[in-house]
């Protein structure tokens, strides 16, 4: 996988598809962001969108924020870029005195919070730069003991900045302090091109830092990996375990090679409690192939952190279909990770839209090259990500008991299905929101909801709010669907959101839903239930949905956007077996 260039992505910024969605941005900063802005914009063609980019004049960062006319707010972006730098910060810091020098990060993190907090802002996600170090060496490490110090209050301002993050869910941070501690400020920092240009970035570093900004709005419109595929030997551990035997592979703190295999297995556990789904694609006997996580003391993973487990003598890209069909994710969702570059390489070609980082040749570079690609940035956590990886296993052994039963109606009514419907509150908007964040594939108009969105729906009168839990007699699912129905006058709803999970896909949900929605549509007054359909490249799945449950198509155009009717005096319930709780 290697790095686009400058030149690349000056290239691809002058051909965006026609087809691509467009995907309004701005781009506000102190200093020169030319290059930065090309290269957004090439990003934005290579992730599939066509990024329609106002890039505000050079340093005028308070005028267009402050001014209800300025054209920030014409430009009406989805995603603003705030990109305010080390270098200007620090000028102005050396111009203050002693006293007002210790106020240099709360000042900016002041200016920073009412910006996240503008009016004209809501429903806007605003992507913060931080600020990467400038050493000037005026105090060397005593600067850490001394609030006026320019290290201090850099320092001071990147806590800050996260700790903002955390309360205001429209702001997220880029960053490239990160970049740099990676990369170094050599490669970041070019003197002669900031003297010339006053351009803080150098040429080398602009990929890198539009590629994050790029990998952070693309997690925000619902592109992100949510799977990890592992091969076994000499990716997990060192050596064969069909050749070497459980003692023979290489693992453990001591040194040796065996390190940097244990120290990849800790980050792929830290992966998986942040909710990633860790899998096992492995040309192995089964039971050789579990043993070192069973019986290696030195083994960081266990079978437990393993939500589907492949190990036989198909191929890998059979393995990979394999529990793409029990996770029911798209394969672009995905990363396999293999040391062998023939095996890479076939899955690449046969799978379609699957990331196949081209691993080092030594695994003691595993982990530092992985790092430096961002693969699994994010928009949202809560705290039932950690259980994804049972919910997972628990869907397997469905997917095994599915086989004994001879129809399918059977195998529903065997599971034991119970839902709990229920509004938006307090304790699910977190999960409503990152539902409506990360559901692509069945999700029916692909709009997108921050928690402070989901509380406003919840007060608001004129709109049905329904969230939907599933459990059965293998395990809680959590909360897999949400609806929200808004009137459009006294007689008619309109279905503004339908999403759901996809790993309860056929098992009768949607009938459950709709029954719900009519009901709840009769209960406050409603006559008429309005269904729309928009399309995108990923929620092809749901094109005939409406179709397919009754209700009456009104309109079709060009683009594949369709409209539909429900009566809801005629509504019929349709069969399900799932019992209310």
Same mark, same amino acid.
């Given at each position: 996988?290697?790095?686009?260039?400058?030149?690349?992505?000056?290239?691809?910024?002058?051909?965006?598809?026609?087809?691509?969605?467009?995907?309004?941005?701005?781009?506000?900063?102190?200093?020169?962001?030319?290059?930065?802005?090309?290269?957004?914009?090439?990003?934005?063609?290579?992730?599939?969108?066509?990024?329609?980019?106002?890039?505000?004049?050079?340093?005028?960062? &308070?005028?267009?924020?402050?001014?209800?006319?300025?054209?920030?707010?014409?430009?009406?972006?989805?995603?603003? =870029?705030?990109?305010?730098?080390?270098?200007?910060? $620090?000028?102005?810091?050396?111009?203050?005195?002693?006293?007002?020098?210790?106020?240099?990060?709360?000042?900016?993190?002041?200016?920073?919070?009412?910006?996240?907090? *503008?009016?004209?802002?809501?429903?806007?996600?605003?992507?913060?730069?931080?600020?990467?170090?400038?050493?000037?060496?005026?105090?060397?490490? &005593?600067?850490?003991?001394?609030? #006026? !110090?320019? !290290?201090?209050?850099?320092?001071?301002?990147?806590?800050?900045?996260?700790?903002?993050?955390?309360?205001?869910?429209?702001?997220?941070?880029?960053?490239?302090?990160?970049?740099?501690?990676?990369?170094?400020?050599?490669?970041?920092?070019?003197?002669?091109?900031?003297?010339?240009?006053?351009?803080?970035?150098?040429?080398?570093?602009?990929?890198?830092?539009?590629?994050?900004?790029?990998?952070?709005? $693309?997690?925000?419109?619902?592109?992100?990996?949510?799977? *990890?595929?592992?091969?076994?030997?000499?990716?997990?551990?060192?050596?064969?375990?069909?050749?070497?035997?459980?003692?023979?592979?290489?693992?453990?703190?001591?040194?040796?090679?065996?390190?940097?295999?244990?120290?990849?297995?800790?980050?792929?556990?830290?992966?998986?409690?942040?909710?990633?789904?860790?899998? =096992?694609? #492995?040309?192995?006997?089964?039971?050789?192939?579990?043993?070192?996580?069973?019986?290696?003391?030195?083994?960081? +993973?266990?079978?437990?952190?393993?939500?589907?487990?492949?190990?036989?003598?198909?191929?890998?890209?059979?393995?990979?279909?394999?529990?793409?069909?029990?996770?029911?994710? !798209?394969?672009?969702?995905?990363?396999?990770?293999?040391?062998?570059?023939?095996?890479?390489?076939?899955?690449?070609?046969?799978?379609?839209?699957?990331?196949?980082?081209?691993?080092?040749?030594?695994?003691?570079?595993?982990?530092?090259?992985?790092?430096? +690609?961002?693969?699994?940035?994010?928009?949202?956590?809560?705290?039932?990500?950690?259980?994804?990886?049972?919910?997972?296993?628990?869907?397997?052994?469905?997917?095994?008991?599915?086989?004994?039963?001879?129809?399918?109606?059977?195998?529903?009514? !065997?599971?034991?299905?119970?839902?709990?419907?229920?509004?938006?509150?307090?304790?699910?908007?977190?999960?409503?929101?990152?539902?409506?964040?990360? #559901?692509?594939?069945?999700?029916?108009?692909?709009?997108?909801? @921050?928690?402070?969105?989901?509380?406003?729906?919840?007060?608001?009168?004129?709109?049905?709010?329904? #969230?939907?839990?599933?459990?059965?007699?293998?395990?809680?699912?959590?909360?897999?669907?949400?609806?929200?129905?808004?009137?459009?006058?006294?007689? @008619?709803?309109?279905?503004?959101?339908?999403?759901?999970? $996809?790993?309860?896909?056929?098992?009768?949900?949607?009938?459950?839903?709709?029954?719900?929605?009519?009901?709840?549509?009769?209960?406050?007054?409603?006559?008429?239930?309005?269904?729309?359909?928009?399309?995108?490249?990923?929620?092809?799945?749901?094109?005939?949905?409406?179709?397919?449950?009754?209700?009456?198509?009104?309109?079709?155009?060009?683009?594949?956007?369709?409209?539909?009717?429900?009566?809801?005096?005629?509504?019929?319930?349709?069969? $399900?077996?799932?019992?209310?709780?």
């Amino acid at each position: 996988m290697d790095r686009l260039s400058l030149k690349d992505l000056k290239r691809l910024s002058k051909h965006p598809s026609p087809k691509s969605p467009i995907l309004r941005v701005a781009l506000i900063g102190d200093t020169a962001t030319q290059f930065l802005a090309t290269a957004i914009r090439g990003f934005g063609v290579a992730k599939g969108y066509n990024i329609d980019l106002y890039e505000a004049e050079y340093n005028q960062v &308070y005028q267009q924020f402050m001014d209800p006319d300025s054209e920030l707010y014409k430009h009406d972006a989805e995603f603003i =870029v705030l990109f305010q730098s080390t270098h200007k910060l $620090c000028e102005k810091h050396s111009l203050l005195s002693t006293q007002e020098q210790t106020t240099v990060a709360d000042e900016r993190l002041r200016f920073v919070e009412s910006v996240a907090e *503008l009016p004209q802002l809501q429903g806007k996600k605003l992507i913060c730069m931080n600020y990467p170090e400038i050493e000037d060496a005026v105090f060397g490490s &005593y600067a850490n003991k001394v609030e #006026s !110090s320019f !290290s201090f209050q850099v320092r001071k301002l990147n806590f800050g900045l996260m700790e903002l993050a955390q309360h205001h869910p429209n702001l997220f941070i880029c960053d490239i302090t990160g970049l740099q501690n990676k990369f170094g400020r050599d490669f970041m920092f070019d003197a002669n091109i900031y003297v010339s240009t006053e351009m803080v970035l150098s040429v080398d570093a602009v990929p890198y830092v539009a590629g994050r900004v790029m990998d952070i709005i $693309c997690a925000c419109k619902g592109q992100f990996k949510k799977c *990890l595929i592992l091969d076994l030997d000499n990716t997990l551990w060192g050596g064969v375990i069909g050749d070497d035997g459980i003692e023979g592979i290489q693992l453990g703190h001591g040194l040796g090679i065996g390190k940097a295999f244990t120290e990849f297995q800790m980050w792929v556990k830290k992966l998986r409690q942040r909710g990633i789904i860790i899998c =096992v694609a #492995s040309k192995n006997d089964e039971d050789k192939a579990k043993e070192p996580f069973q019986k290696h003391p030195d083994m960081v +993973l266990t079978l437990d952190d393993i939500a589907v487990f492949q190990a036989n003598w198909e191929t890998k890209v059979d393995n990979i279909r394999t529990i793409q069909s029990i996770l029911n994710i !798209s394969f672009d969702s995905m990363v396999f990770l293999d040391d062998n570059p023939f095996e890479r390489n076939m899955v690449r070609e046969n799978i379609p839209g699957i990331t196949v980082p081209e691993l080092p040749e030594d695994p003691a570079e595993y982990l530092e090259y992985l790092y430096s +690609l961002n693969l699994f940035e994010t928009a949202n956590y809560s705290s039932e990500d950690k259980d994804r990886t049972k919910q997972y296993q628990v869907e397997a052994k469905r997917v095994s008991l599915k086989k004994t039963f001879g129809s399918e109606a059977d195998f529903l009514r !065997s599971l034991g299905m119970v839902s709990t419907v229920s509004g938006f509150t307090p304790f699910n908007t977190p999960r409503v929101a990152q539902l409506s964040q990360r #559901s692509n594939q069945f999700n029916l108009r692909t709009v997108r909801y @921050t928690e402070a969105d989901v509380k406003a729906l919840a007060d608001d009168d004129k709109v049905v709010d329904l #969230s939907f839990t599933l459990k059965d007699k293998f395990g809680d699912n959590g909360l897999i669907a949400v609806v929200i129905m808004k009137a459009l006058d006294s007689e @008619t709803l309109f279905i503004d959101t339908w999403l759901m999970s $996809c790993r309860v896909l056929k098992r009768g949900m949607e009938n459950f839903t709709l029954n719900t929605m009519v009901e709840e549509a009769r209960r406050r007054g409603y006559k008429k239930i309005v269904g729309e359909y928009l399309p995108t490249l990923k929620n092809q799945m749901v094109r005939e949905h409406y179709d397919q449950l009754g209700f009456t198509k009104t309109d079709e155009k060009a683009d594949g956007a369709k409209r539909y009717e429900l009566n809801v005096d005629d509504y019929q319930p349709k069969e $399900c077996y799932i019992v209310k709780a």
